[in-house]
Every structure is written in structure tokens, then in C-alpha cells.
């Protein structure tokens, strides 16, 4: 299973599949290439990206400010730019939060 990041000009796309309004807050795993997410903020007002954001931010040990949402602001199916860091690094932040392989859905 590998997320589909894509560099670009200033960053990296990271793929992310949200479900909000959740039981917990958790990065769950990697499907169809996207990582998902899940936050127990509600989807109105941008409450919920704002919680992705801040999660993806603590889990992957880097600034709110690195973390901009480019794409799917009020869809399941999210893009965020993820800047100052290469894909590289990225990928490897990404392998050490993710669950254990038989919990992963794909």
C-alpha cells in the first residue's frame, strides 16, 4: 500500500481521505492511495479541515502552517500542500504513524 504523494512547486500534495464528525481522532491507514483521516469536529465552517490539519500536523511532527488544504475543502477526497519537507521525508513520517499492516483497509 503506498499513498500517492505528488510534488510540486513549493511542496508536496498529500492525498487525504476525511471522515469527520468520527468517534475519535486517528489516522487509520492508506486507501486507494490517500491517507485517511478521521476527526470528531463536525463538517461546518471549516471546523473540520481546521482539525485535520492540526492532526496531521501532530502526527507527522510539523507546523499548522505547513499544512494548507489546495482541494476538496467540503468533499470526503481532500488535497493538502505539505511544505518544508520533501516527499521523501514525508513518506517515511507517514510509515512510522500508520497502524500495523492487517488493520489497513485498501
Known amino acids: 500500500m503506498v499513498i500517492d504523494l505528488k510534488e510540486r512547486e513549493g511542496g508536496v500534495i498529500l ?3 476525511a471522515h469527520a464528525a468520527a468517534r475519535r481522532n486517528e489516522i487509520g491507514g492508506i ?3 490517500m491517507l485517511r483521516v ?3 469536529q463536525a ?5 473540520a479541515n481546521k482539525a485535520i490539519i492540526a492532526l496531521l500536523a501532530k502526527q507527522l511532527s510539523l507546523r499548522k502552517a505547513q499544512i494548507q488544504l489546495v482541494a476538496g475543502e467540503t468533499a470526503a477526497h ?3 500542500l505539505v511544505t518544508g519537507v520533501p516527499s521523501s521525508e514525508l513518506h517515511q513520517r507517514i510509515a512510522r ?7 489497513q483497509g485498501d
Open 31 to 33: 486507501q486507494n492511495g
Open 97 to 103: 504513524i500508520l497502524p500495523p499492516l492487517g488493520l
Open 43 to 47: 463538517p461546518e465552517k471549516g471546523k
Open 15 to 17: 492525498p487525504v481521505k
Open 38 to 40: 478521521s476527526v470528531t
Open 78 to 80: 481532500k488535497q493538502f
